[in-house]
């Protein structure tokens, strides 16, 4: 008779059960959110060292939050001296970043919090596709978010306040799926302080419950919340573009009227094309669901946003560059698993082999389209190396002293604004800076620049403060 094996050790079996609940499946979610937080935090970061900010946003939002850090109004000097933000945009909730820029005063700050949003919204897609459709097909959807095209453009291009409503609306359309109908509200909610926009996206989702409550035993309170939130959603859009940016804003009105009116242009307003709306429709729900989510009601939640976009008479918002379609990812991909859970119901076989076969497919499309996406930058060696460019670049901004007032475009706002005042080249309203920092290129030299400088200001003399690395500082002298 053989001998009983000896029992394991109690450390070993202790190891043993931690391995084992590392690799329990209500952790997937969380893993997929933490291996994205650090890759949009090294897309992120990569581009902030060599000095690649494509826009003006990531300083304007830098001054914002730096106002919030010192118990002060939003100022940012960038969209014009003394601007308050909140004139531009409703976007109270970036005030959230400030203690942390506090103790951490600099851009980078900003964009790892963004990143820190954006995984933290895969929680609530992985973890509902795994509840509805199982655990390989969850994490197929949930990291096909993950690589989606509209997040990755959002997370290149610098920051923007959207990045807090990626978890909102993605903790709440799952609590909408899973029929948590007073979660899914309050997820909602703080929708409103987003931005002025997205009250209404709100209102559809409180729309969506009560879609969403038909057929389903009576459940007054539900309809209540959802009701409410409709209500509180409409009036919430209305107050913020009808009274409180008009408050903010010095011409007492909401800038960006004239985008949908079109009395900005100086022309005919133009209006988008058919191709081009079809062609923006067509990216936003066929590599990510296989036009599959149209068969989900959930669908209706990117209506508001598609809207305003395609009414718009500004082409920027018409395509698939930018920050604009991120909005638009939880929302489609939502809409895929909750279609996809109702998919053996359907009549036709072929239909539901399309759809057990749709999460690989769709994963499948993300992994190959990454390849001309921003996140593919992180396989290439030089996205980790700073130019000597670079480096003399700084060497030569970090000379313009602390509390300096200075001029400047795109390319130096990030190494400034933490510690100087800086204004848009060419909408200083008057006020005359210390230095001007711009970047030399489109074939001009530093003796044009400072010759377009003296024409900015005339009556006041600038002489050549030093240049390296592709840039350009003029100094006041006079």
């Known amino acids: 008779m053989e001998p009983a094996a000896a029992p394991a050790p109690a450390r070993q079996r202790g190891a043993s059960a931690a391995r084992t609940a590392l690799r329990a499946p209500r952790l997937d979610p969380y893993w997929v959110g933490g291996v994205f937080f650090v890759l949009y935090t090294a897309l992120s970061l990569s581009r902030h060292v060599r000095m690649l900010t494509m826009s003006w ?261 018409w395509g698939t560059d930018w920050h604009y379609s991120a909005v638009l990812m939880p929302v489609v991909f939502i809409a895929l698993a909750d279609a996809l859970a109702g998919a053996p119901r359907a009549g036709r076989a072929w239909l539901r082999t399309y759809a057990q076969h749709l999460p690989a497919a769709v994963l499948a499309a993300a992994l190959a389209l990454t390849a001309s996406l921003p996140l593919y930058s992180l396989t290439v060696p030089d996205s980790y190396r700073i130019p000597a460019s670079v480096k003399a670049a700084e060497g030569l901004l970090d000379r313009i002293p602390d509390g300096s007032v200075v001029e400047s475009d795109v390319g130096p706002i990030s190494r400034l604004v933490n510690r100087c005042r800086v204004l848009w080249i060419g909408d200083t309203r008057g006020i005359t800076p210390d230095y001007v920092a711009l970047r030399v290129g489109d074939g001009r030299s530093a003796k044009d620049l400072l010759a377009e400088v003296q024409r900015l200001h005339p009556g006041v003399r600038f002489d050549l403060f030093g240049d390296a690395g592709g840039y350009v500082v003029l100094q006041r002298v006079g």
Do not use: C
């Open 57 to 317: 946003d990531l300083g304007i939002f830098e001054q914002a939050i730096q106002g919030y850090a010192r118990l002060g109004a939003p100022i940012a000097d960038l969209k014009g001296p003394g601007t308050n933000i909140l004139g531009d945009h409703f976007s109270p909730v970036t005030a959230l970043i400030a203690p942390f820029y506090r103790v951490f005063p600099t851009p980078v700050t900003l964009l790892v919090v963004q990143a820190l949003l954006f995984a933290l919204s895969t929680v609530p897609v992985t973890r509902l596709a795994a509840h509805l459709l199982g655990r390989g097909r969850g994490l197929a959807i949930g990291v096909a978010y993950g690589l989606s095209w509209g997040v990755q453009r959002a997370v290149d291009f610098d920051f923007h306040e959207i990045a807090f409503a990626m978890p909102l609306l993605a903790f709440s359309l799952e609590a909408v799926v899973r029929r948590r109908w007073r979660t899914a509200v309050l997820w909602a909610a703080p929708l409103v302080l987003v931005k002025e926009d997205l009250g209404v996206t709100a209102a559809v989702i409180g729309a969506l419950v009560l879609i969403r409550l038909r057929g389903v035993r009576s459940d007054p309170r539900a309809a209540a919340w959802a009701l409410g939130l409709v209500g509180f959603g409409l009036v919430a859009t209305a107050v913020a573009l009808g009274v409180v940016i008009p408050s903010f804003n010095h011409s007492g009105a909401y800038d960006y009227w004239t985008k949908l009116d079109g009395s900005g242009a100086p022309g005919p307003a133009p209006v988008i094309p058919l191709d081009t709306a079809i062609r923006t429709l067509l990216w936003i729900v066929l590599p990510t669901t296989g036009l599959f989510a149209l068969r989900s009601p959930v669908l209706i939640v990117a209506l508001p946003t598609l809207g305003w976009r395609f009414l718009s008479h500004d082409d920027h918002y």
